[in-house]
């Protein structure tokens, strides 16, 4: 079983930067692709960044691209998300994954473990 905590989000004015967190424990870090997703009110959860089992590769949302930057630690079994250039359109709960595969993959139901999230508000 692995278990997944969030930390680091708040609240920010645009413009502003965040860095989240997200510490793992009860598993072997480096066998999961690590993900991060959002879901805002009202809006399905989608899919923001995710970084391979070693760290060489990343993938990120269009809108995010060139904004946010993923990165992971094996040693701490950490992965964290910098954020900056932050809008209010970025308002939403922020959820860890990981997905116990070779790929990086992007829709929610491909992970397998899910942290409970941190909400991020960007005010304008």
């Known amino acids: 079983q692995v278990q997944l905590v969030e930390s680091g989000g708040g609240l920010v004015q645009a413009g502003g930067s965040l860095r989240l967190s997200c510490a793992a424990s009860?598993?072997?870090?480096?066998?999961?692709?690590m993900g991060w997703f959002r879901q805002a009110p009202g809006k399905e959860r989608e899919f923001i960044a995710a970084?391979?089992?070693?760290?060489?590769?990343?993938h990120y949302q269009d809108s995010v691209k060139g904004r946010f930057t993923i990165s992971r630690d094996n040693a701490k079994n950490t992965v964290q998300l910098e954020m900056n250039s932050l809008k209010p359109e970025d308002t939403a709960v922020y959820y860890c994954a990981a997905d116990h595969t070779v790929m990086i993959r992007t829709t929610a139901p491909e992970y397998d473990y899910w942290g409970q999230g941190t909400q991020v508000t960007v005010s304008s």
């Open positions: 970084i391979s089992r070693t760290g060489d590769n990343t």
């Open positions: 009860g598993t072997t870090f480096n066998w999961y692709v």
